[in-house]
């Protein structure tokens, strides 16, 4: 059954945000290895090295957010001028754009009930990695992280998708 990864509005019409697959901008080959390195980092943090140019452009697609010191999230412009220590943080979308087409359909048969590949097969080690599945007594299943990024993304069966 083909799964559409489009995304829809809150009341499920149409879509909210781009696709970084079929719309919008791709993450550059920079880019996306930072937001995979956020991906895998059990707190979501983007790693120190990104620099402030490619945060800037995260920002911008809503692949990152920062927070103040007290945990709310910062506007856009608040983020970029802001002097507290609070680190970069990946959003749904910046996980989303992390994945490859690959990826981005196994986990969407996981969420559709598909069983995931065995945990030896590096496409699902990656979504292990990126606390998107986890083996539970030798089955690979979605975390509730990526149970929320396949309700996020993944909304129906237009075939134009992947």
């Keep these: 059954m083909p799964i559409d990864t489009s995304v829809a509005n809150a009341d499920g019409a149409g879509a909210s945000h781009p696709d970084p697959e079929t719309s919008g901008r791709k993450p550059t080959v920079r880019e996306r290895q930072h937001l995979t390195d ?6 979501g943090h983007m790693p120190s090295e990104a620099s402030a140019r490619l945060v800037e452009a995260m920002l911008a697609e809503g692949w990152v957010y920062r927070e103040d010191g007290d945990g709310f999230r910062l506007e856009n412009e608040e983020a970029l001028v802001f ?80």
């Design 38 to 43: 956020a991906a895998r980092n059990p707190k």
């Design 83 to 162: 002097r507290g220590s609070t680190p970069w943080k990946i959003t749904q979308g910046g996980r989303w754009a992390a994945l490859g087409l690959r990826h981005r359909r196994l986990l969407a048969g996981g969420g559709a009930g598909t069983p995931l590949l065995a945990r030896s097969d590096a496409r699902t080690m990656t979504l292990v990695e990126m606390h998107l599945a986890e083996d539970v007594d030798g089955a690979v299943r979605l975390t509730a992280l990526g149970g929320d990024l396949v309700h996020a993304y993944v909304t129906g069966g237009d075939s134009s998708q992947p």
